[in-house]
C-alpha cells in the first residue's frame, strides 16, 4: 500500500494581507514581490513636491511602510525573506487579512482621486495645526478645536477674522 500525501486545499488559499516594511522601502519591496512572483498591491498618490529649483508631481505610498500581498500559506515564508520586508500585521495572533472588497476600494478611489492622503483621528489632537485641501475653504489653515466623530471643529484664523467650521477629516492634511 502506497501512501500518498495531499496538501489541504485551504492551505493554498489565498488571502490578501498586509506586510510592514522598512520606512520608505514600500515601492521597492513591492518590486522585489512581483519579480519573485508574489501578488502585491502598493497604493500610491500622487502629490506636488517643491525643491529650491523646481516643481514636480510625484507619485508616493498611500500608506507608509505597508503593502498588501495576495498569498497562500507556503508563499508566506517568501515574503517573510524579502528584503525590506519587516513582518505581517498581525490580529489576534494571526496575520491580518483583508477583504478583497477592500482592496478594490483602495484600487478604485486611488484611480479615482488623485490628491488623496491618509490623516488617521488617532493622529489628530486638539491644537493639531491642519490645512482644509478643498470646499470653500481650500488652502486654509486652522487649529483643531474638537474632535467629533469623523469631523473637526477647526478654528480658522488666516482669514483676517476668527472663524469656526465643522469640516470632514478626510479634507484635510496636517499642515
Known amino acids: 500500500m502506497q501512501l500518498v500525501h495531499t496538501s489541504h486545499p485551504k492551505k493554498l488559499e489565498k488571502h490578501w494581507m498586509v506586510i510592514y516594511t522598512r520606512p520608505r522601502w514600500e515601492k521597492k519591496v513591492d518590486y522585489l514581490l512581483q519579480a519573485q512572483g508574489i501578488e502585491s498591491y502598493c497604493p500610491l498618490t500622487k502629490v506636488r513636491r517643491e525643491w529650491s529649483d523646481r516643481?514636480?508631481?510625484?507619485?508616493?505610498?498611500?500608506?507608509?511602510?505597508?503593502?498588501?500581498?495576495?498569498?497562500?500559506?507556503?508563499?508566506?515564508?517568501?515574503?517573510?525573506?524579502?528584503?525590506?520586508?519587516?513582518?505581517?500585521v498581525y490580529f489576534q495572533g494571526k496575520p491580518a487579512t483583508i477583504a478583497e472588497?477592500?482592496?478594490?476600494?483602495?484600487?478604485?478611489?486611488?484611480?479615482?482621486?488623485?490628491?488623496?492622503?491618509?490623516?488617521?483621528?488617532?493622529?489628530?489632537?486638539?491644537g493639531d495645526r491642519v490645512?482644509?485641501?478643498k470646499g470653500a475653504f481650500a488652502n486654509h489653515q486652522g487649529d483643531v478645536l474638537e474632535i467629533q466623530g469623523k469631523h473637526l471643529l477647526m478654528v480658522l484664523d488666516n482669514l483676517g477674522c476668527l472663524l469656526i467650521a465643522k469640516v470632514p477629516v478626510s479634507n484635510i492634511v496636517t499642515a
Open 55 to 88: 516643481e514636480k508631481m510625484v507619485e508616493i505610498p498611500l500608506f507608509s511602510s505597508y503593502i498588501f500581498v495576495n498569498v497562500n500559506i507556503k508563499q508566506q515564508a517568501i515574503v517573510r525573506q524579502t528584503l525590506g520586508v519587516l513582518n505581517f
Open 101 to 126: 472588497t477592500v482592496i478594490e476600494d483602495i484600487r478604485h478611489y486611488t484611480s479615482k482621486c488623485e490628491d488623496l492622503q491618509i490623516v488617521s483621528i488617532n493622529d489628530l489632537s486638539v
Open 131 to 133: 490645512k482644509i485641501k
